[in-house]
C-alpha cells in the first residue's frame, strides 16, 4: 500500500509569505506527527494529532505556526509570516496506534521549505 | 531542544566492516526507536526497542539498550555501500502520552566499497 505522502516536496517562499505544507497519512492511521528537521540536525517535534483532534502543539515555535487535521486523514501545516529561521525540511509522520500504544512511526519524504 | 546525543557524529569504514553507533538520553523512556535517513529522503524505521528489552536482532542490526546508563547501541554487521546514510536515535519519553520521538542529532555513516 501505499506510504505516507507530502507536497509539495520543494518550496521556495519570499519571506514574509504563507505557506500550506501538505500530508496525506497512511490510510487508517490514528495518529499524525509533524516534525522540523533543520539542516544537520536531527528531527524536532512540532505537533501531534490524534484523529482530528490536535492534542499536543508542544513544538510549534510560534503562533505563525499552525497545523489542522479537520477530518483526521490529511493535515495541512501552514506558516503565515514565513521567515528566513523557517527554512527547514518538514517532515510527517504516521503511526496506526493512539496514544499510549506506542508504535513505529512512518515518515513521509518530507517538504524542504526555503525562505528567500 | 533534543533528548540526547548520538557518538560518533560520522564514521567512515570499508565494506565487510561493522559498524557501531552509540546513543545517551536524559530521561525514562517507553522505548527507544533507530531510524535511517538517505541523503535527501524521509526517515526509514530500523528497529523499536522497549524499556523492558536489553537487545534486539533484525537481520544485519543488533540494538543493545541499557537504561541504568541511559544509553543504546546499534550495530550493524558486515556492512555494504548501501548503509551509507545517518543513523538517528530516538525516545519516546516515560511521560509523554502522545508517543512523540525525541530524536539525537544523529550519526553520518560512509561505508567505501
Known amino acids: 500500500g501505499a506510504g505516507v505522502s507530502q507536497s509539495p516536496r520543494y518550496k521556495v517562499a519570499k519571506r514574509g509569505q504563507d505557506v500550506a505544507l501538505r500530508c496525506d497519512p497512511i490510510?487508517?492511521?490514528?495518529?499524525l506527527f509533524w516534525y522540523q528537521q533543520a539542516l544537520g540536525q536531527g528531527p524536532e517535534f512540532l505537533t501531534y494529532f490524534q484523529n482530528e483532534a490536535q492534542l499536543d502543539k508542544s513544538g510549534l515555535p510560534s503562533d505563525r505556526f499552525f497545523a489542522e487535521r479537520p477530518e483526521g486523514s490529511v493535515s495541512t501545516l501552514k506558516i503565515q509570516r514565513t521567515q528566513q529561521e523557517d527554512s527547514a525540511v518538514y517532515l510527517c509522520?504516521?503511526?496506526?496506534?493512539?496514544?499510549?500504544?506506542?508504535?513505529?512511526?512512518?515518515f513521509g519524504p518530507g517538504t524542504r521549505l526555503t525562505v528567500l | 531542544s533534543q533528548q540526547g546525543e548520538e557518538d560518533p557524529q560520522a564514521l567512515s569504514i570499508q565494506e565487510g566492516e561493522n559498524a557501531t553507533m552509540n546513543c545517551s538520553y536524559k530521561t525514562s523512556i517507553n522505548n527507544l526507536q533507530w531510524y535511517r535517513q538517505n541523503s535527501g529522503r524521509g526517515l526509514v524505521h530500523l528497529i523499536l526497542?522497549?524499556?523492558?528489552?536489553r537487545e534486539k536482532h533484525s537481520g544485519r542490526l543488533r540494538v543493545t539498550l541499557d537504561t541504568s546508563k541511559k544509553s543504546s547501541s546499534l550495530l550493524i554487521t558486515a556492512s555494504r555501500a548501501a548503509d551509507t546514510a545517518s543513523y538517528f536515535c530516538?525516545?519516546?519519553?516515560?511521560?509523554?502520552?502522545?508517543?512523540?520521538?525525541?530524536f539525537g542529532q544523529g550519526t553520518t555513516l560512509q561505508v567505501k566499497p
Open positions: 490510510s487508517g492511521h490514528v495518529s
Open positions: 509522520a504516521s503511526s496506526s496506534r493512539q496514544a499510549g500504544g506506542r508504535d513505529e512511526q512512518f
Open positions: 526497542i522497549r524499556s523492558n528489552e
Open positions: 530516538a525516545t519516546d519519553r516515560g511521560s509523554s502520552n502522545t508517543g512523540k520521538l525525541i
